[in-house]
């Protein structure tokens, strides 16, 4: 008991110690601004207003406040005197109002507060004959158990100690001090002191008196924020400050501070905004600045990642503190997780760090560094002076001061920040609580950037799963991809690209855009993928497998569409023919550097129109050509349409060097959109220095087709052989002609005997190997037996030429199969 009283009253005599400290010169609203701070800092609060009575002293208006955004919890800014509210009863009754969770939800304020332990202190002022007819000071904290009796002691005392300047008379500027403003909210005419005139670089001569040129005087960019204070209609009753920069004759813009209230007028008097406009680098000696404090939330509320959220902390606390390094790591599992070292340069942290430099806490859980896990479990600031002991993983961090900062959010601690000095420093109240209102939004933000991580961490592993995990190595050329997925939400893209090879040294290039960027753009990017694929193994031209792909979206009935360019290169032959479903066209880099926008007939997307019309358009490719197919994120934004951004994409393709063609890709993406995905697919055509060797021959209905199937392979065998072609004498080909006149037989009687139709017989001889093809009409796979008995008249040619062949399988063509098998020429 002896110690919980000590307690108690130790922290009110800090509390007495840091109002004595407080500067007897100061103006009234920076000693009304002080005081709040230092009730964040000893009542542990979230946030601390003071509301005074308005002109007509039916409502309490807010005069000033300090720690997060009071709009978190539902603080108004003005309450009536008459009605029932904490604020308002507290200024009747003159009691104290305290409230936990239990009694504020049976207040009607209850509904614009967050839900959870959640307790408010409306404590009335009185003190100071700037005080007038008094006023309330509303306090809030989400600190297990609230306000405990040390806390409401500190709070009694801190309330006594608020006064506030009275504003001028509405209607009557007076004598304006050197940085006053009064503005006539009706005529757009304003008085100002002549200190004001020199930070916006005017003299009083050439001032008119009109609020449109000290307007016209600021950076556009601030503009907006600025007219927000000086328009009426935007303006409600009570105190704003914002910051914004004024253009000087020579050198960058100043920041200026601008603090005013909206007072209201008597009955047919015109109602004015009073206030102050100063340098915002000098108006405060401390660095506990309200404004900073906003800057460090409005760039918390845009930070997408726990990256962003780490670099908007540093920039917002190493330069007020002039601290030497700033540390910020999350919280995961009981370990820490470095996300940002600033600076960032490995020696300008202790030894023990450099050896240990990597993204993990140098070699230890929470539980091993005694003061962050203090820090952690208390959830309070620790701050450590020159001197102190500390162990390893934290010496040498700030051997001139070192602040622990926990990073509180929703109940639980999201990570910690370590602030360090290298010269002695000394702590002051303004810096805890610059630090203290920090925190609570750091760890807020923290929470919500981790959240934003992981999901789309698992978006973008969801589109990946979609994409081919690699590209297949072709003959004659060279494909590269990329694919980069927006950064705007967490939506998966409809963005997708593949490369099929075909036979016959065929390869289909395919790049195409689902619309929508949603779940559904994704599983409809992934059928219209596999459907793409399947239709060109089939061996259909590009009119033909747009067209089967379009008619299955239609029938599947969605209300999506979809675009896609698909190219079907002949790498033989140096051709290609390609057709277009509402997509862009190719861009062509030929060898010699010049570029070309493909220009050909369009069809429309897929999935619009069940009968539409895909026309085929042809290439010609000489060795080196570069072809590189793209989706509209590459080349189209807001401010770039999409005849420019192909321009554009022509202009670097012919920049690049085709030679290194993942490096193409990456230049091309550099300055790509990110507020959509992109999908780019790149062929380098390199030519076939050696082309295969081919023959066919239509296999015809009679007693003896078999035979003559064997005589037209034994003929172009020799043929190929007498020719000298490279590589064919030496194959061993007329050791082996038994085994490929085996195989023909055993494939051209299943064929005859199996099916109806026509049947074709294809011979392929390339790189030592020779490919046996046979074509026919039935979709039908040839069976292999698994069992077969002595007594069987059949079913043994399968397995004769899966036992003869290097490899064999069955390919869908257009109306049929194809059967082939490869054998190995050795001599």
């Known amino acids: 008991m002896v110690s919980e009283e000590a307690g108690r009253g130790g922290r009110t005599a800090r509390a007495e110690l840091a109002l004595k400290s407080l500067a007897v010169d100061l103006d009234p609203r920076e000693r009304l601004r002080r005081v709040l701070e230092q009730t964040l800092v000893f009542a542990g609060a979230s946030v601390a207003a003071v509301y005074t009575p308005g002109d007509t002293g039916d409502v309490l208006c807010l ?35 305290w409230l936990g969770p239990d009694e504020l939800a049976e207040c009607a304020e209850s509904r614009r507060m967050p839900a959870g332990a959640v307790h408010l202190a409306a404590l009335p002022v009185r003190a100071g004959a700037a005080a007038g007819d008094g006023g309330c000071l509303l306090v809030v904290t989400e600190r297990p158990g609230g306000f405990d009796d040390s806390a409401r002691d500190c709070l009694g005392l801190l309330a006594e100690a608020v006064a506030w300047p009275a504003p001028p008379a509405a209607g009557d500027p007076g004598e304006l001090a050197a940085g006053a403003f009064s503005l006539a909210m009706d005529s757009g005419r304003v008085e100002v002191g002549d200190e004001l005139l020199e930070l916006f670089a005017l003299g009083r001569a050439d001032f008119d008196g009109k609020v449109e040129t000290l307007l016209g005087l600021t950076v556009p960019e601030d503009l907006p924020s600025l007219m927000s204070v000086v328009e009426a209609d935007h303006m409600s009753i009570g105190d704003r400050e914002l910051e914004f920069r004024v253009l000087q004759p020579a050198g960058p813009p100043r920041w200026l501070r601008l603090r005013g209230r909206l007072v209201t007028a008597g009955e047919g008097r015109a109602a004015r905004l009073v206030g102050t406009v100063g340098d915002a680098s000098t108006l405060r000696s401390g660095v506990t600045d309200v404004a900073r404090v906003q800057r460090l939330a409005a760039a918390l509320a845009t930070a997408g990642t726990v990256r962003d959220v780490s670099r908007a902390v540093v920039t917002a606390l190493r330069e007020p503190l002039l601290a030497d390094r700033i540390a910020l790591a999350e919280l995961d599992n009981e370990r820490l997780v470095v996300t940002v070292l600033d600076p960032p340069e490995p020696e300008s942290w202790p030894e023990l760090w450099r050896l240990e430099w990597r993204s993990e806490w140098p070699e230890s859980p929470v539980r091993s560094m005694p003061t962050l896990a203090a820090a952690l479990r208390e959830g309070r600031a620790a701050i450590w002076p020159a001197g102190t002991e500390l162990e390893p993983a934290l010496d040498g961090v700030g051997p001139g001061g070192l602040a622990v900062l926990p990073l509180p959010a929703g109940g639980r601690m999201a990570g910690i920040c370590l602030i360090g000095w290298d010269s002695p420093h000394e702590f002051g109240t303004d810096e805890r609580a610059l630090l203290t209102a920090a925190a609570g939004l750091a760890g807020q933000a923290l929470t919500r950037a981790h959240a934003f991580d992981a999901e789309h961490e698992l978006v973008g592993m969801l589109q990946r799963s979609l994409l081919p995990r690699r590209l297949p190595k072709l003959p004659g050329g060279v ?81 999506l569409f979809a675009t896609c360019c698909y190219v079907e290169v002949d790498m033989e032959e140096g051709t ?23 220009e050909s007939d369009v069809g429309p997307p897929l999935g619009v129109l069940a009968r539409a019309e895909y026309p085929m358009s042809m290439l010609r490719l000489q060795p080196g050509t570069l072809i590189a197919l793209t989706t509209d994120g590459l080349v189209e934004s807001a401010q770039i349409d999409i005849e420019d951004g192909l321009d554009a994409l022509a202009a670097d393709l012919a920049a690049a060097d085709p030679a290194h063609l993942g490096l193409v890709a990456d230049a091309l993406l550099a300055g790509a959109n990110r507020n959509d995905d992109v999908a780019l697919l790149l062929l380098r055509y390199d030519g076939m220095e050696r082309r295969p060797l081919r023959e066919s021959w239509t296999v015809w209905r009679v007693p003896e087709a078999v035979r003559h199937a ?35 037989s055993e494939l051209v009687t299943n064929a005859l005997v ?52 290097a490899a064999w399988g069955t390919v869908p063509v257009s109306g049929g199969k194809q059967v082939w098998s490869e054998l190995a020429l050795e001599p």
């Open 63 to 97: 005069v000033e406040s300090a720690g997060v955004p009071r709009t978190l919890y539902g603080l108004r800014d003005g309450y009536p005197v008459a009605a029932h509210s904490p604020a308002a009863d507290a200024h009747r009754t003159g009691r104290p109002v």
């Open 576 to 598: 290609a023919w390609y057709v277009r479903a509402g997509h862009l066209p190719p861009v062509v880099r030929h060898p010699d550097g010049t570029t070309e926008i493909t």
């Open 754 to 805: 199996h099916t109806d139709g026509q049947v074709r017989l294809d011979l392929t001889l390339f790189n030592g190997r020779l490919r046996v093809a046979v074509a026919d009409n039935s979709p039908r796979t040839p069976i292999r037996p698994t069992n077969l008995g002595w007594e069987a008249t059949g079913g043994r040619g399968m397995l004769l030429v899966e036992a003869m062949s």
């Open 710 to 744: 064997r005589r037209f392979t034994r003929r172009t065998l020799r043929a190929w052989g007498a020719a000298g072609e490279p590589g064919v004498q030496e194959a061993g080909l007329q050791e082996n002609v038994d085994t490929m006149l085996l195989v023909v």
């Open 479 to 559: 494909a590269e991809a990329r694919y980069l997925p927006t950064t705007e939400g967490l939506e998966v893209g409809g963005d997708w690209y593949d490369v099929i090879p075909l036979p016959d040294n065929h390869v289909g290039l395919v790049i195409g855009d689902v619309q929508g960027h949603n779940a559904g753009a994704a599983t409809l990017m992934g059928q219209m993928r596999t459907a793409l694929r399947a239709y060109a193994v089939e061996g259909h031209p590009p009119d033909v497998v747009v067209s089967h792909a379009n008619r299955l979206l239609v029938d599947m009935e969605t209300d």
